[in-house]
């Protein structure tokens, strides 16, 4: 499925529309080129979780990991600073699928080959000025 969005908003109203399918325990594995919307979409992930401050939510580059409060805990990942999968690994990305939360990775592309089986695959690109295509596949 292929969405087209217009603007900021328009992409946070897709992430609550896909918060609506997430439960505990799921993973979804965003990709994209820089300033594609991967955090706008995971501010609207959030707002659809139930985090109050979803507008606060940012990209974790530097910590790597950040964790958001909801009816259902955010764990938003982003992958972009590190250079190999053991760097991933090290992280204890996979203890985060345990707590009953959803987990969000941006840059997942880094770390295809140690994703799970199942999980939510999301690419976002730019497609004009204010618009991305944002392609879901499950």
């Keep these: 499925m292929v969405i ?8 946070i109203r897709v992430g ?4 609506k399918h997430l439960r505990p325990g799921d993973m979804v594995a965003l990709s994209g080129d820089l300033g594609a919307g991967k955090t706008t979409l995971v501010k609207g992930i959030a707002k659809g979780l139930g985090v109050r401050n979803y507008r606060y939510v940012n990209s974790p580059s530097f910590t790597i990991v950040k ?9 938003h990942f982003d992958v972009y600073r590190l250079n190999n999968l053991k760097d991933i690994e090290d992280i204890g990305y996979e203890d985060y699928l345990a707590r009953n939360g959803v987990v969000v990775i941006e840059w997942s592309n880094k770390m295809a080959r140690i994703l799970p089986n199942r999980h939510l695959d999301i ?3 730019i497609s004009g000025p204010a618009k991305r ?6």
């Design 123 to 125: 690419s976002l690109k």
């Design 67 to 75: 964790e958001y409060k909801g009816k259902v805990p955010l764990f």
């Design 133 to 138: 295509a944002i392609t879901i596949k499950k």
């Design 4 to 11: 087209t969005t217009k603007g900021e908003r328009e992409t």
């Design 16 to 19: 609550e529309e896909i918060a």
